[in-house]
C-alpha cells in the first residue's frame, strides 16, 4: 500500500488529513509537541538531520506538509522562529523529499498577497505585507527549487473542531455562547475554508497528475464580520454581541493584513473537477459534524 507522511498530523488540517486518507494509504502521522495519533512520529521540521532520518528510513511514497507556524503576529515578532519553521523547515522536507524521490504536497496561503486586489488567481503575482507571508511563499520558492513531483496549494482562513486550539469560527461560536462581546473587521474579506472540505480537495488533487500550484479555499469571498453573523445564523447564537470594527481599529494585531486576499477557485474547478464547498454547506456540514462526535 502506498506511504503517505504527514507532517503537523496533531493540527486542524494534519488531523483531517490523517482520517481521510487513512482509509486508502498507510498513513504515517508526525508531530513536534504532541501526539494525538497512534503511531505518530515525533519529528522536528527544523532540525535537518531529523528530517532526513525519518524521511529516509520511512520512505513515503508522499509527504503531505501542514506543519506551519501560523500565528500571524508570533511570525512578526519572532522573525527568526518563523523563518526556522515555515521557510528553512519547509526547504529540509523539499530536500528529502527531492533525495528519496517523494512526491510532496505543500500547504500555503492567501497571504503570499497583498490584499491590493482580491479574487487572486495561481498567476498573479505574490507580495506578502507581513514576515508570515513572507515566510510561507519562501516555502513555496523552496519546493519549487529542490522538487520535480510537488503540489502546492493556498488556502485561506482555515476553520474546524480541533479537541484544543481555537480558530476563526470556533472563537467566534465560544465567545457568543458565553456571552462575551467581540470585535469583528468587517473592512477584512478571505475565502474561509472548512478543514474537512481542504482535506477532501488535497485527497483529490494527490491522487491526480496535477503538479502545479492550485487555490483550494472556499467557495465563497466573504468578509469577517459577516462570516461571523453567518456562523451566528448556522449555530442559532445571539449576533448582538457582534460588534463590526474596521482593520485599522484592531490594535490587538501587531503584524499587517491583507485588506482582501480572497482566492479565485477557477482552475481547480477547471483542471480538476473539484467544486469547493459554499459557506452555508460549509458551516452545515460542521454543524452536523460536532453532533456526532469529536
Request: net charge neutral.
Amino acid at each position: 500500500m502506498e506511504k503517505v507522511l504527514i507532517t503537523g498530523a496533531s493540527g486542524l488540517l494534519g488531523g483531517k488529513l490523517v482520517n481521510v486518507l487513512s482509509k486508502l494509504y498507510e498513513v504515517i502521522p508526525t508531530h513536534h509537541t504532541e501526539a494525538l495519533h497512534p503511531n505518530s512520529i515525533r519529528m522536528n521540521i527544523s532540525d535537518r538531520d531529523e528530517v532526513f532520518n525519518v524521511l529516509s528510513q520511512l520512505h513515503p511514497d508522499t509527504v503531505i506538509h501542514t506543519a506551519a507556524e501560523t500565528n500571524v503576529d508570533k511570525c512578526e515578532t519572532n522573525k527568526e522562529w518563523a523563518w526556522n519553521v515555515n521557510a528553512a523547515g519547509t526547504r529540509n522536507i523539499a530536500e528529502a523529499c527531492s533525495k528519496i524521490g517523494a512526491k510532496l504536497v505543500y500547504i500555503s496561503t492567501d497571504y503570499v498577497f497583498d490584499g491590493e486586489k482580491g479574487l487572486y488567481s495561481e498567476e498573479d503575482e505574490a507580495n506578502p505585507i507581513n514576515y508570515y507571508g513572507v515566510t510561507k511563499l519562501k516555502g513555496e520558492d523552496f519546493v519549487k527549487q529542490f522538487c520535480e513531483d510537488f503540489i502546492i496549494t493556498r488556502t485561506s482562513v482555515l476553520y474546524g473542531w480541533h479537541h484544543k486550539k481555537l480558530n476563526f469560527a470556533t472563537w467566534v461560536i465560544d465567545s457568543l455562547r458565553s456571552r462575551r462581546r467581540i470585535s469583528v473587521a468587517e473592512d477584512h474579506y478571505n475565502s474561509p475554508t472548512l478543514a474537512d472540505d481542504l482535506a477532501e480537495m488535497i485527497r483529490r488533487l494527490a491522487r491526480s497528475n496535477a503538479s502545479e500550484v492550485y487555490h483550494t479555499a472556499g467557495g465563497q469571498r466573504v468578509s469577517r464580520y459577516n462570516l461571523a453573523l453567518k456562523i451566528a445564523e448556522i449555530f442559532d447564537l445571539n449576533t448582538s454581541f457582534l460588534e463590526p470594527v474596521k482593520m485599522s481599529n484592531l490594535k490587538a494585531w501587531v503584524a499587517k493584513r491583507p485588506r482582501d486576499s480572497s482566492l479565485s477557485l477557477e482552475k481547480i474547478r477547471k483542471e480538476v473537477g473539484i467544486e469547493p464547498l459554499s459557506l452555508d454547506e460549509a458551516l452545515k456540514k460542521m454543524r452536523v459534524s460536532k453532533k456526532q462526535g469529536p
